[in-house]
């Protein structure tokens, strides 16, 4: 047997825009044995809600992570509205189906860039950050904010959409869904990518569903599951919804479902538009959540959150939790690494797309 | 106003809570992900008795939450060896609440987020020291348990003392 190192990764390191450190136990080039290391920027937010009202607590809900911001707000409201029984307007369930589903495009068009970047493609990671712009531009013409969009809350939405900023909003992500084709075609089809992902980073079906992971790093290894193809909220009112899916289980399949994933948004969003009703856009919630716990289920960009809320009867909650694909998609990491050479560990990790700001909370 | 769907959310997203008690935990996680299910999260919240910890658990849409309240000070079996993504939420609740788990797959041994504080949802929390063999767990208090380390070199030094005599 080899003699064994241990080199530390992170949790500086180019391809972790967040911290996280991992022990890498090494037998020449290969990783045997890898221990995470968290724990650099745990903030204790679920401890606030013992001191902000139920309602002012979507936007702390919202600062857990910033690119995850609208999706957080949303699977809280949705939590403590099933809780309290409330019935959300049709326009506000559309509304945050398409800011939502924005929030998609961004983030996989930020990784896109980040993935392309860790490849040596500088130019390619330029061009997606500069197509995720436009996005970002809808927030800010919508919202007023570009990361933090404050406009989800329980009950409903804070901001309506004017019928013709909306179609100028589907016209933008037609563009957009034109644009990010050539983007794709060069991570997809270029022979040097293909050549570092294809048959990379493999987790089998069996594993992934043993391990419980989550999000595209699930779907990319055959696990068919995805919370918007339940139609919980607006995604109930959808022609249909077929969740994006591969069977290669390597890191050029979390790289094409993303993709695709990206392509399937703008298509909902250009869907919503077309259909959406006319109507008020938020029922104000009477009274208090009940003495009661209650689950929500929301699908992230990088996969299922689970919301965990118990009420007593007060404004404030007794507990509420998050569960983040993150925090799932971990143990899943730490079996791609064992096995791997030192070479392959960055974009092992990378593919799976670790969101630290939204695990620690 | 626009109709909604005839199916409400509540029937898309069915959940279930189920009172059992923490004998009977481990094995009806086994059972559940044996039936394919899967591990969807654990959470603690600390209660007048002690703690309630919640595991969660789905298929599909379906989601059933396993519920049982234990006292500061009793030990829980890990489900790390059923459903290793476990092995974040139980060393997290371990720190934050002061749950004892035994035999998690990855142990931090109390240092996953090196909190200023001690069990800071839960301040009556304390560990306990967890036999290997012995079922029966002998119960210590945190004063006890933290000048540990600097007890054991001075315990070598007064045998080597005894030997150089």
């Known amino acids: 047997m080899s003699e064994r190192t241990v080199i530390p990764f992170g949790p500086q390191h180019p391809v972790l825009p967040e911290p996280i450190h991992l022990d890498l136990v090494m037998e020449d080039e290969r990783?045997?044995?890898?221990?995470?290391q968290l724990g650099f920027i745990h903030r204790?937010?679920?401890?606030?809600?013992?001191?902000?009202?139920?309602?002012?607590?979507?936007?702390?809900?919202?600062?857990?992570?910033?690119?995850?911001s609208f999706g957080h707000s949303y699977g809280y409201s949705q939590t403590i509205e099933r809780l309290m029984g409330i019935e959300v307007p049709m326009r506000a369930e559309y509304l945050r189906v398409i800011w939502f589903e924005l929030s998609r495009i961004h983030s996989h068009l930020l990784w896109m860039g980040l993935a392309a970047d860790s490849f040596g493609y500088e130019n390619l990671f330029y061009q997606c950050w500069r197509l995720r712009e436009r996005?970002?531009?809808?927030?800010?013409k919508t919202t007023?904010?570009?990361?933090?969009?404050?406009?989800?809350?329980?009950?409903?939405?804070?901001?309506?959409?004017?019928?013709s900023e909306l179609a100028g909003i589907s016209q933008i992500i037609q563009k957009l869904k034109r644009d990010a084709k050539p983007l794709i075609k060069a991570l997809v089809k270029d022979r040097s990518i293909k050549d570092r992902l294809v048959g990379s980073g493999y987790l089998s079906q069996e594993d992934a569903v043993k391990l419980s992971i989550v999000g595209p790093f699930a779907r990319a290894s055959g696990v068919e599951e995805d919370i918007r193809m339940f139609g919980v909220g607006g995604y109930g009112e959808l022609a249909e919804f077929k969740p994006q899916t591969s069977t290669q289980g390597d890191n050029?399949?979390?790289?094409?479902?993303?993709?695709n994933e990206l392509l399937q948004?703008?298509?909902?969003?250009?869907?919503m538009i077309d259909k959406i009703p006319d109507g008020p856009i938020c029922e104000k919630p009477k009274g208090n959540p009940p003495e009661a716990q209650g689950i929500g289920r929301v699908e992230q960009p990088r996969g299922e959150v689970v919301y965990y809320v118990?009420?007593?009867?007060?404004?404030?909650?007794?507990?509420?939790?998050?569960?983040t694909p993150t925090s799932q998609n971990v143990a899943g990491m730490v079996q791609l690494l064992q096995g791997c050479e030192l070479s392959e560990v960055p974009l092992n990790i990378l593919t799976i797309d670790p969101c630290i700001s939204c695990t620690e909370r | 106003m626009p109709m909604r769907n005839q199916v409400s959310d509540v029937e898309k997203i069915p959940q279930v809570f189920i009172e059992i008690s923490l004998e009977e935990m481990h094995a009806r996680v086994a059972e559940h992900i044996e039936d394919g299910w899967r591990f969807l999260q654990l959470c603690a919240t600390t209660i007048e008795s002690g703690i309630e910890l919640v595991y969660t658990l789905g298929r599909g849409p379906e989601v059933e939450n396993l519920v049982t309240n234990i006292a500061n000070g009793d030990i829980v079996p890990s489900i790390t060896d059923l459903a290793p993504a476990a092995f974040f939420f139980e060393n997290e609740t371990k720190e934050l609440f002061g749950v004892n788990f035994k035999g998690i797959a990855i142990d931090f041994g109390g240092n996953f987020y090196k909190l200023s504080e001690p069990f800071p949802m839960n301040p009556d929390g304390f560990y306990v020291e967890i036999p290997a063999d012995e079922p029966e767990p002998q119960v210590e208090s945190e004063d006890e348990l933290e000048p540990k380390p600097e007890a054991e070199p001075e315990a070598?030094?007064?045998?080597?003392?005894?030997?150089?005599e």
């Open chain 1, 144 to 163: 007023g904010g570009r990361v933090i969009l404050s406009a989800c809350n329980v009950g409903g939405v804070n901001y309506d959409i004017d019928n």
């Open chain 1, 310 to 323: 118990k009420g007593n009867g007060t404004r404030f909650l007794e507990r509420f939790r998050i569960r």
């Open chain 1, 265 to 271: 948004s703008c298509d909902i969003i250009c869907e």
């Open chain 1, 135 to 140: 996005v970002l531009d809808i927030f800010e």
């Open chain 2, 156 to 164: 070598e030094s007064a045998d080597g003392g005894e030997a150089d």
């Open chain 1, 31 to 36: 990783v045997v044995q890898a221990i995470p």
């Open chain 1, 44 to 68: 204790g937010l679920e401890r606030l809600v013992k001191t902000r009202d139920y309602m002012h607590f979507v936007y702390v809900t919202e600062r857990i992570c910033g690119i995850c």
């Open chain 1, 252 to 259: 050029y399949a979390r790289v094409a479902v993303r993709c």
